[in-house]
């Protein structure tokens, strides 16, 4: 166990509709990574915060897509207007002061109808 | 984006074996390298990493090693046992250092 809980673990939406899933890693987690898993893939790199300050994001990453980290602990991730092919594994990771090692959550699938 | 793959999609041993798995990246800027394992319906678990001024680095019962001229990441397994059974895959850290990108992944199974 990580220590790094996602919620919720599965998500069913409607095309169309609006998702927030949350992330909250451990309190020493000052980074915290966001990236997306589809079925026989490895994760792909969505954004990264340093504390509250979302520094990187990917350039792949859709204007559907927005993440945010208020206070420098947990995270959502909001998908407005989902489309089929959002369906996939969303995870969280978060690492720890000056270290690079990142421990993953256990993700939340989401199924877009 | 990065190109990082591995050379065998899915990979069989019998127990007790060592294991082998490989992988290419493309970015030479990247200096870090991570390998992950990955259980069905769980996320990836920090196997063992190496930075790029190393080219091999040893953990309990996990070796990997680090071909920089051709761009070469390998994972040794030693004594592969069932519960090594999973995904496993690499992934470098990119221009930037923080963009982590993986590869497709390697399915490792363990025939008792």
């Known amino acids: 166990d990580t220590g790094v809980s996602q919620d919720p673990r599965h998500k069913i939406t409607k095309r169309g509709q609006n998702v927030t899933f949350r992330c909250d890693p451990i309190?020493?987690?000052?980074?915290l990574y966001w990236y997306r898993q589809t079925l026989g893939q490895g994760p792909e790199f969505l954004t990264y915060?340093?504390?509250?300050?979302?520094?990187?994001k990917s350039r792949l990453l859709s204007d559907r897509f927005s993440a945010e980290r208020p206070k420098g602990s947990f995270s959502t991730l909001e998908i407005q207007r989902t489309e089929q092919g959002d369906s996939a594994m969303y995870l969280c990771?978060?690492?720890?002061?000056?270290?690079?090692?990142?421990?993953f959550g256990p993700g939340t699938r989401l199924t877009v109808l | 984006g990065e190109s990082v793959g591995l050379h065998l999609p899915t990979l069989s041993v019998q127990e007790g074996d060592n294991s082998i798995i490989n992988c290419a990246y493309s970015?030479?800027?990247?200096?870090?390298f991570i390998w992950y394992k990955q259980e069905s319906g769980k996320g990836p678990q920090f196997i063992i990493d190496?930075?790029?001024?190393?080219d091999k680095r040893q953990g309990q019962r996990v070796t990997v090693l680090l071909n920089k001229t051709v761009k070469h990441l390998s994972l040794q397994i030693a004594a592969t046992q069932p519960g090594d059974s999973a995904v496993y895959f690499c992934?470098?850290?990119?221009?930037?250092?923080?963009?982590?990108?993986f590869g497709t992944g390697t399915s490792l199974t363990v025939i008792p």
């Open positions: 990771a978060g690492t720890a002061g000056g270290g690079d090692e990142q421990f």
């Open positions: 309190s020493e987690h000052n980074r």
């Open positions: 915060f340093q504390n509250e300050a979302q520094l990187e």
């Open positions: 970015n030479s800027a990247s200096d870090y």
């Open positions: 190496i930075r790029s001024n190393m």
């Open positions: 992934a470098e850290n990119g221009d930037t250092g923080n963009q982590f990108y």
